[in-house]
């Protein structure tokens, strides 16, 4: 027979009142910042940690830093997610117009999902909202986390952040635009990826959909290959001009799909 636990030992196995009922509220929050540091337990305390974040699946994970830290993570399914944005961008619309123009309400968001981040940046280029910088950045443990600061206004002090991103030289995980395999392979697409293409990518002045690739409509009246090539592997709608230049429109039906994923969410908070 397994040896009996005395009552002493049972407790102090077991986590604290305050943390079971605080650790709901973090997974929900998670959802929306990446990474949070959890309040320190003990050693004996671990097995019942585990077995309270396996009950969440894939809305959270842990993770243990070099101080003996345990962090939660947001995973790669949460339920919260369309309910925190929402909510997010409520508060985002009703405080920010209170806010001083120079001191601003700004919104940090993280993710370690680098395709939930990009749905995320897109849903709210359509919806027109001002964003800040969003850089990925590498944690402890080498995993990238991808931070968004959003607000309600443009602020021209983040133009050097935004510049950063623009600079051909900085490609790879940070980037929160995957570019595809087949595209880093064909040197001729790369290039205009990088005069183009990506400046248009991270362009903030919404007024701008339009993106010149310095293409022309063949003689024949066919698109040319390399138009076609760049739309489809970076989602881009091609459109030609009444001179027969060919240009990408910023709107797609991949766009869109995105934002009538967190549609219904959005409308409920915001009606």
Not at 83 to 99: F, I, N, T, V
Not at 208 to 227: D, M
Not at 250 to 266: D, G, I, P, Q, S
Request: proline fraction near 6%.
């Amino acid at each position: 027979m397994p040896p009996l636990m005395l009552a002493s030992e049972h407790r102090a196995s077991e986590l604290p009142a305050d943390f079971l009922e605080a650790f709901p509220t973090m997974v929900r929050d998670v959802s929306l910042r990446g990474d949070i540091r959890l309040p320190p337990i003990t050693p004996q305390q671990q097995g019942a940690l585990f077995a309270l974040a396996a009950k969440y699946g894939s809305a959270c994970s842990l993770v243990m830093d070099g101080e003996g830290k345990f962090h939660l993570r947001n995973g790669s399914s949460s339920p919260h997610l369309q309910e925190k944005l929402a909510e997010e961008l409520r508060y985002l619309h009703d405080e920010g117009e209170k806010s001083p123009e120079e001191d601003p309400l700004v919104l940090h968001w993280a993710f370690t999902d680098r395709n939930v981040h990009r749905e995320v940046v897109t849903m709210l280029q359509l919806l027109a909202y001002d964003m800040g910088i969003f850089l990925g950045e590498q944690l402890f443990d080498g995993v990238y986390i991808y931070r968004v600061e959003v607000a309600l206004r443009y602020l021209p002090q983040w133009e050097a952040e935004r510049r950063k991103l623009i600079d051909s030289s900085l490609q790879g995980e940070a980037d929160p635009f995957p570019i595809p395999v087949l595209a880093m392979k064909d040197e001729g697409i790369m290039d205009t990826y990088r005069k183009f293409i990506r400046p248009f990518l991270y362009e903030w002045d919404f007024a701008t959909t339009r993106c010149e690739v310095n293409l022309n409509r063949e003689p024949t009246g066919q698109i040319p290959k390399e138009a076609r090539s760049l739309g489809s592997l970076f989602s881009l709608r091609h459109e030609v001009d009444s001179s027969g230049k060919i240009f990408f429109r910023r709107w797609t039906r991949h766009l869109l799909h995105v934002f009538f994923k967190y549609a219904e969410e959005l409308r409920a908070q915001i009606a």
